[in-house]
């Protein structure tokens, strides 16, 4: 079982950047892929991006890909989203998922992912 909390949001003007750090509980978090999705208000929860558990592949939603990097350190237990040229639209609620199961890259599907963390809030001004 692994814990999730996710740090590192705030309110920031468009075109800005904000880094997004998600921490990991746990001796095995290297067994988990990891993913990172969103829920604006009034909306369903989005999926974001995803990455392996060894870092070496991830992919991005349509609508944050050339803008986020997700990373990962598995030294330190640490999930990391980079946000660049930041638009209002990404405001909402990020959250950090892990998949225990996935061999690759996680899929963009919630069900996929087995624990959440409790999310943080990004808003972005225009």
């Known amino acids: 079982q692994v814990q999730l909390v996710e740090s590192g949001g705030g309110l920031v003007q468009a075109g800005g950047s904000l880094r997004l750090s998600c921490a990991a509980s746990?001796?095995?978090?290297?067994?988990?892929?990891m993913g990172w999705f969103r829920q604006a208000p009034g909306k369903e929860r989005e999926f974001i991006a995803a990455?392996?558990?060894?870092?070496?592949?991830?992919r991005y939603a349509d609508s944050v890909k050339g803008r986020f990097t997700i990373s990962r350190d598995n030294t330190k237990n640490m999930v990391y989203l980079q946000m660049d040229t930041l638009k209002p639209t990404d405001t909402a609620v990020y959250y950090c998922?892990?998949?225990?199961?996935?061999?690759?890259?996680?899929?963009?599907?919630?069900?996929?992912?087995?624990?959440w963390g409790q999310g943080t809030q990004v808003t972005v001004s225009s």
């Open positions: 990455i392996s558990r060894s870092g070496a592949s991830a």
């Open positions: 998922a892990a998949d225990p199961d996935v061999v690759g890259v996680p899929g963009p599907m919630e069900y996929e992912y087995d624990y």
């Open positions: 746990g001796r095995t978090f290297s067994r988990y892929a």
